[in-house]
C-alpha cells in the first residue's frame, strides 16, 4: 500500500506561480511512476505531468512550456506551475503506480487562479 499526501495548493493570481509538494509513504519502493491530475468543476480528471523512477518524465501540451515535474527523491515529488492562467483552476492530484499497476491517489489539493 502507498499513501499519498499533497500540499501547496492556493488561491494566485493570473500569471502567477505555484509549486505543489507530494510526499508517499508506505510500500514507496514499489513506486514506478509518481504524476499529478487534475479535475475542474463539471470536467473529467485529466493527466498533468508524470515522473517515473527511471527519470524520464512526461507534460500534457496544455501546461507545457509553464509546468514542471521534478522528482527530488524515491518518495517526493513537486510540480513548478508558473503562468498560471485561470483555466488552470482545478483539484490537483497526486498520482502514483506501483509495479503491479495498483494506482494510488492522493486527497486532491485545490488551486485557483483569479483576480
Known amino acids: 500500500q502507498v499513501q499519498l499526501v499533497e500540499s501547496g495548493g492556493g488561491l494566485v493570481q493570473p500569471g502567477g506561480s505555484l509549486r505543489l509538494f507530494c510526499v508517499a509513504s508506505?510500500?514507496?519502493?514499489?513506486?514506478?511512476?509518481m504524476g499529478w491530475y487534475r479535475q475542474a468543476p463539471g470536467k473529467q480528471r485529466e493527466l498533468v505531468a508524470t515522473?517515473?523512477?527511471?527519470?524520464?518524465t512526461s507534460t500534457a501540451d496544455s501546461v507545457k512550456g509553464r509546468f514542471t515535474i521534478s522528482r527530488d527523491n524515491v518518495n517526493t515529488i513537486h510540480l513548478q506551475m508558473n503562468s498560471l492562467k485561470p483555466e488552470d483552476t482545478a483539484v490537483y492530484y497526486c498520482?502514483?503506480?506501483?509495479?503491479?499497476?495498483?494506482?494510488?491517489w492522493g486527497q486532491g489539493t485545490q488551486v485557483t487562479v483569479s483576480s
Open positions: 498520482h502514483a503506480m506501483d509495479g503491479r499497476n495498483h494506482n494510488y
Open positions: 515522473s517515473t523512477t527511471g527519470g524520464s
Open positions: 508506505g510500500s514507496i519502493f514499489s513506486i514506478k511512476v
